[in-house]
């Protein structure tokens, strides 16, 4: 018999030790929004505060700590469709919006999280009011992309006035396959990562691929570096054997509140990343078939000193923010 819900939630956080507690807020009111910039132009990314993620079970994440243990109705969550698109800063740059990457700190797709009629209602307002969006990313896990959803994704947007292409996006996290089951117990196999770019080729859609550098405390800096280093072969020759255009979207790892990662930053035994290390492994990508966006934003869930930015690395960020705009890897040249 399938568990409820709020009880698969519970017995995530249960199986690997989390500590945090759940959001409760406004449920007509989104969980956050921000500008970005990406190689697209100016980005706008939502997260949607929804019932949380129904996995629940990766070791170094907290963002359903951001969600609500319990169900979040889609009358709701259309209202905060509406009040994104009603934020003053928002609203004077609707013109000006040239991607749009969706969250609610799990899986869109999700509709037991995410109800299909909140999803229709999202999809034909991004329609109406943003006539310069050229991309929108969805999050999700691989499990909950279907058929159907595709290919009414798909009807929406040839529905617009100008063209616009649709990216999906899902956690990877790592490549090293006992790191990502074994250790941070992501779920998520090979197989099930090809039958994903299968069955989005016939859609032309894209695939972003999410990425935490040194996401376990058992890695080296070295052996961080090489995971994200193989992870951009595997990436690459996969959007050439299935036709997908793919881009890793690489996050440098925070020890995150809450978490078994942020217990091992307090007792010593887990450093983050060097940010150094995070541009001589996205140096890698160079000449690749794929397209590299750097994480630079730990969304204020990281314990304190538990960031990847350190004293001294505003240049640095200053550059990876540059390289996120313009993918030119000649600023990454000194890291190569």
Same mark, same amino acid.
């Given at each position: 018999?399938?568990?409820? &819900?709020?009880?698969?939630?519970?017995?995530?956080?249960?199986?690997?030790?989390?500590?945090?507690?759940?959001?409760?807020?406004?449920?007509?009111?989104?969980?956050?929004?921000?500008?970005?910039?990406?190689?697209?132009?100016?980005?706008?990314?939502?997260?949607?505060?929804?019932?949380?993620?129904?996995?629940?079970?990766?070791?170094?994440?907290?963002?359903?700590?951001?969600?609500?243990?319990?169900?979040?109705?889609?009358?709701?969550?259309?209202?905060?469709?509406?009040?994104?698109?009603?934020?003053?800063?928002?609203?004077?740059?609707? +013109?000006?919006?040239?991607?749009?990457?969706?969250?609610?700190?799990?899986?869109?797709?999700?509709?037991?999280?995410?109800?299909?009629?909140?999803?229709?209602? =999202?999809?034909?307002?991004? $329609?109406?009011?943003?006539?310069?969006? $050229?991309?929108?990313?969805?999050?999700?896990? &691989?499990?909950?992309?279907?058929?159907?959803?595709?290919?009414?994704?798909?009807?929406?947007?040839?529905?617009?006035?100008?063209?616009?292409?649709?990216? =999906?996006?899902?956690?990877?996290?790592?490549?090293?396959?006992?790191?990502?089951?074994?250790?941070?117990?992501?779920?998520?196999?090979? &197989?099930?990562?090809?039958?994903?770019?299968?069955?989005?080729?016939?859609?032309?859609? +894209?695939?972003?691929?999410?990425?935490?550098?040194?996401?376990? &405390?058992?890695?080296?800096?070295?052996?961080?570096?090489?995971?994200?280093?193989?992870?951009?072969?595997?990436?690459?020759?996969?959007?050439?054997?299935?036709?997908?255009?793919?881009?890793?979207?690489?996050?440098?790892?925070?020890?995150?509140?809450?978490?078994? =990662?942020?217990?091992?930053?307090?007792? +010593?035994?887990?450093?983050?990343?060097?940010?150094?290390?995070?541009?001589?492994?996205?140096?890698?990508?160079?000449?690749?078939?794929?397209?590299?966006?750097?994480?630079?934003?730990?969304?204020?869930?990281?314990?304190?000193?538990?960031?990847?930015?350190?004293?001294?690395?505003?240049?640095?960020?200053?550059?990876?923010?540059?390289?996120?705009?313009?993918?030119?890897?000649?600023?990454?040249?000194?890291?190569?």
């Amino acid at each position: 018999m399938a568990l409820d &819900p709020k009880d698969q939630i519970l017995a995530g956080s249960e199986r690997v030790d989390k500590t945090f507690s759940f959001n409760t807020q406004d449920p007509t009111q989104p969980a956050q929004w921000w500008f970005q910039n990406t190689e697209e132009g100016l980005g706008l990314f939502v997260v949607f505060y929804t019932l949380a993620c129904r996995w629940n079970r990766c070791l170094g994440c907290n963002l359903p700590s951001m969600s609500s243990l319990e169900k979040v109705h889609f009358k709701d969550i259309i209202e905060q469709v509406d009040a994104v698109f009603a934020i003053p800063e928002i609203r004077g740059k609707l +013109g000006e919006i040239d991607k749009v990457i969706l969250s609610n700190n799990g899986s869109m797709l999700d509709e037991i999280t995410f109800p299909s009629t909140a999803l229709f209602h =999202l999809m034909v307002q991004l $329609n109406c009011l943003l006539p310069k969006m $050229n991309s929108v990313c969805l999050e999700t896990r &691989p499990e909950y992309v279907d058929w159907d959803e595709l290919a009414l994704l798909d009807r929406l947007l040839k529905e617009r006035e100008s063209d616009c292409h649709m990216e =999906l996006a899902i956690g990877f996290e790592a490549f090293d396959e006992t790191i990502r089951n074994e250790v941070f117990v992501k779920g998520l196999s090979l &197989p099930v990562f090809e039958k994903l770019l299968e069955r989005m080729r016939p859609y032309g859609y +894209g695939l972003k691929c999410y990425f935490m550098q040194k996401p376990v &405390p058992s890695m080296s800096e070295e052996e961080a570096i090489d995971d994200i280093k193989a992870a951009i072969d595997y990436l690459s020759s996969s959007s050439d054997k299935f036709g997908v255009p793919i881009n890793m979207h690489l996050n440098p790892t925070y020890a995150a509140k809450g978490t078994p =990662l942020a217990s091992s930053f307090q007792k +010593g035994e887990y450093t983050p990343p060097q940010l150094e290390s995070v541009a001589k492994a996205a140096a890698s990508a160079k000449g690749k078939g794929l397209s590299l966006f750097i994480g630079l934003f730990d969304e204020g869930l990281a314990v304190p000193g538990g960031s990847f930015i350190r004293p001294g690395d505003k240049a640095l960020v200053a550059r990876l923010d540059e390289f996120n705009k313009t993918q030119n890897f000649d600023l990454l040249e000194e890291y190569a």
